[in-house]
């Protein structure tokens, strides 16, 4: 049987951006041409985080917004492997958006690429889907 082609094949080679942090940091994710072998140009992930050493802030505050990114990154990935095209993607990720963090990780342990999609659309609502179910009853 073919794999079938998820919305992560299309946008894992991408740039991206990620907000972490009580000050809600930005930070960038790009690749880098780091070297050359044999003829082929091999790049790498960079993540481009906006303080440095020495700059005042705290180490409490680089590491949650640290934590708060690799999340960000890591729900990401698990959402589009799940999906097929940018609106599931987007429908899912509403349905996940107040997901706490270990639920979330227990969830996508459990729950692998498309089954974790039927899993979340079978037990979590949008807040339309909660709206008209809490009227009609």
Same mark, same amino acid.
């Given at each position: 049987?073919?794999?079938?082609?998820?919305?992560?094949?299309?946008?894992?080679?991408?740039?991206?951006?990620?907000?972490? #942090?009580?000050?809600?940091? &930005?930070?960038? +994710?790009? =690749?880098?041409?780091?070297?050359?072998?044999?003829? !082929? $140009?091999?790049?790498?992930?960079?993540?481009?985080?906006?303080?440095?050493?020495?700059? #005042?802030?705290?180490?409490? &505050?680089?590491? +949650?917004? =640290?934590?708060?990114?690799?999340?960000?990154?890591? !729900? $990401?990935?698990?959402?589009?492997?799940?999906?097929?095209?940018?609106?599931?993607?987007?429908?899912?990720?509403?349905?996940?958006?107040?997901?706490?963090?270990?639920?979330?990780?227990?969830?996508?342990?459990?729950?692998?690429?498309?089954?974790?999609?039927?899993?979340?659309?079978?037990?979590?609502?949008?807040?339309?889907?909660?709206?008209?179910?809490?009227?009609?009853?």
């Amino acid at each position: 049987m073919k794999n079938q082609k998820t919305y992560w094949d299309e946008t894992k080679n991408n740039p991206a951006h990620y907000y972490g #942090g009580n000050q809600g940091w &930005e930070v960038h +994710l790009r =690749r880098e041409f780091a070297y050359t072998c044999k003829g !082929k $140009d091999i790049e790498r992930w960079v993540w481009e985080w906006p303080f440095r050493t020495g700059d #005042g802030v705290s180490k409490e &505050e680089k590491a +949650l917004c =640290r934590k708060e990114v690799k999340f960000a990154r890591f !729900k $990401d990935m698990i959402i589009s492997k799940a999906v097929t095209n940018r609106t599931d993607y987007c429908d899912l990720h509403n349905r996940c958006k107040d997901i706490s963090e270990d639920e979330f990780r227990k969830i996508a342990k459990i729950n692998k690429g498309f089954s974790f999609k039927t899993y979340i659309e079978t037990n979590y609502l949008t807040y339309s889907e909660a709206f008209a179910s809490f009227w009609r009853g």
